[in-house]
């Protein structure tokens, strides 16, 4: 655990290195685009789109799911599924991107994953907003329920610091380990539930209650419990222990790799 306290101090102490470094990575990836820091929700918007014409009016008929249309629905599952996938990514690819540039600086390798993370939020909360106002117009109004979203998202951001740490250590060590990520959560995108609902698919119980362990389901079902007013996170509590406890074994084990190699990275890559 020691290690997992250093790496979680290596964050809080350079906080406002991994914001500077956010912001200037983001400048840096648009800098050339003509609509530049736009495309972080245009991009996303055609993708929803495309989900809605084939999974709401094709797949799901344009039926209601939990009471509220499809699109609302899905623009919860979809906006948190987007920056997941976008910081897994992302952060697997941060240290190898730019271990070269970073080993001549003084500030931790471990920030980078953060680093890419906290870019992530500047679409992520753009669409978020989206998402509740499309939730007002379709008559859903704030309740105490909408309380727990601090705590979704503070597991959303602990399970992707993570992954970041353990991933980014990864695929410097074996580079075809970023590729198979790729393939991953292309399969994970379907089994967690952004754009269909598991419940509802007349799959076997026993066969739900293994997809209910995805700690990604955990977290796009506690969105949704929050914003459609449907349960506290305290009453999934058996499959809270279990996200907790994966998210903690990846943190151990992502601290312990990151320490050990981290000063290898350089000859690695």
């Not at 987007?82 to 941060?94: D, E, Q, R, T, Y």
């Not at 980078?112 to 679409?123: E, F, K």
């Not at 992707?160 to 250590?169: D, R, Y």
Request: glycine share 8%; no cysteine; proline share 3%.
């Amino acid at each position: 655990m020691s290690e997992v306290w250093l790496i979680i101090k290596e964050q809080l102490v350079n906080i406002r290195t991994i914001f500077r470094l956010s912001s200037y990575e983001e400048k840096a990836t648009y800098q050339s685009h003509y609509l530049g820091l736009a495309w972080q929700i245009l991009n996303p918007a055609i993708q929803v789109g495309i989900y809605y014409l084939v999974f709401g009016l094709g797949v799901n008929g344009g039926n209601k799911v939990d009471g509220v249309p499809f699109f609302a629905w899905m623009m919860i599952g979809i906006t948190v599924w987007f920056f997941i996938n976008s910081s897994m990514l992302g952060g697997s690819n941060s240290i190898y991107r730019q271990v070269n540039i970073v080993s001549k600086m003084k500030f931790p390798m471990s920030i980078l994953p953060t680093t890419n993370m906290v870019s992530n939020l500047t679409s992520f909360w753009p669409m978020m907003g989206i998402t509740i106002l499309f939730l007002f117009l379709f008559g859903k109004m704030p309740t105490a329920y909408w309380l727990q979203f601090i705590y979704y998202f503070f597991a959303m951001i602990m399970l992707l610091f993570a992954f970041g740490v353990l991933n980014s250590t990864i695929t410097v060590l074996i580079r075809d380990y970023h590729i198979m990520l790729q393939s991953v959560l292309r399969l994970l995108f379907y089994l967690s539930g952004p754009i269909w609902n598991i419940e509802n698919r007349n799959l076997p119980i026993w066969l739900v209650k293994i997809m209910k362990l995805n700690p990604f389901y955990y977290l796009i079902d506690g969105f949704r419990d929050t914003f459609l007013s449907k349960r506290w996170f305290w009453e999934k509590g058996t499959y809270g222990l279990i996200f907790w406890g994966i998210t903690l074994i990846i943190l151990i084990l992502g601290s312990h790799l990151h320490l050990k190699f981290r000063n290898k990275f350089v000859d690695l890559v």
